[in-house]
């Protein structure tokens, strides 16, 4: 009798255990989406900024090498400093703190081309969480993109704060549901929301509003300093 | 569980301890390493693209 009381409290002992454990390694899990991915993707988006500009610094023949990014996204409304922008919008490039500009569904335009929409993705929260701030930007702000001769300035004239992630329709080189119905040169920033999950997603669109050519000092535009 | 752990470590108290701490990092370090990059995909968190997917 007793020895069986012994048991069932041996077996009740480490079913608490275990309750105990799991609930500790679901929070390991919160610290490793919220805190390490972070300091990993920042690690290598920094390594790649870098070399980013030292290749733009180097003067040397030849097409420029995009293959570490294309430019840095500015958007003081996001307080987050410069983001890195590269190809492709899978995980396995927005994991390393970018932005990513899409290939698919819909191909995005570049800020160089004369119309267009040049549409980007990053994460709200971990890797980086590059569009964390997305809430913060709001009609008038400016959003501005860095490539190694061209500062380019947009303006925020629209923003959609919860649709479907079956809503390509606001990457259309002409965003209508942002209301514009003629050909332009736009710029659309998609993440996820609410913040900690990917129910929805957010949408803000921006419209080009001038290109300034980068000096020798890369002095940045009025709205960045 | 734990308790069974604790006796089958060898050396004293301070030993233990030391012993303890050092499984511990190692599953930690296991979990950050291996098990999360796996399973972080898999939950839906962290999808940021409209895709329709």
Not at chain 1, 2 to 29: C, H, K, W, Y
Not at chain 1, 176 to 193: M, N, Q, W
Not at chain 2, 25 to 40: D, G
């Amino acid at each position: 009798m007793a020895r069986a009381r012994n048991r069932m409290a041996g077996m009740i002992s480490v079913f608490g255990e275990l309750l105990i454990t799991a609930g500790l390694v679901l929070g390991l899990f919160v610290v490793y989406s919220l805190w390490w991915t972070n300091v990993l993707a920042d690690r290598a988006a920094d390594k790649d900024g870098a070399q980013v500009r030292d290749q733009w610094a180097d003067q040397g023949p030849g097409a420029l090498d995009t293959k570490d990014g294309i430019g840095f996204l500015h958007v003081p409304a996001m307080q987050n400093g410069e983001v890195l922008v590269k190809r492709g919008t899978g995980t396995d490039v927005l994991n390393h703190g970018v932005a990513g500009y899409y290939t698919d569904p819909i191909k995005s335009a570049l800020p160089q081309d004369q119309q267009g929409n040049f549409t980007l993705a990053a994460h709200r929260d971990g890797h980086g969480a590059k569009f964390h701030n997305i809430h913060k930007l709001k009609t008038g702000d400016s959003i501005v993109f860095e490539t190694k001769d061209t500062w380019y300035v947009y303006k925020v004239y629209k923003t959609l704060p919860e649709t479907t992630k079956y809503n390509v329709d606001v990457l259309q080189p002409v965003p209508r549901e942002s209301g514009r119905t003629k050909p332009g040169r736009y710029i659309t920033l998609t993440t996820c929301t609410p913040v900690y999950t990917s129910d929805y997603r957010y949408i803000v669109w921006g419209e080009l509003e001038r290109a300034e050519k980068v000096d020798r000092d890369r002095t940045p535009p009025a709205e960045l300093r | 569980m734990y308790g069974w752990i604790w006796r089958h470590l060898p050396g004293n108290a301070w030993v233990r301890a030391l012993l303890s701490i050092v499984l511990v990092l190692a599953v930690v370090y296991v979990l950050f390493q291996y098990v999360f990059p796996w399973a972080e995909p898999l939950l839906p968190f962290n999808d940021v693209t409209v895709d329709g997917q």
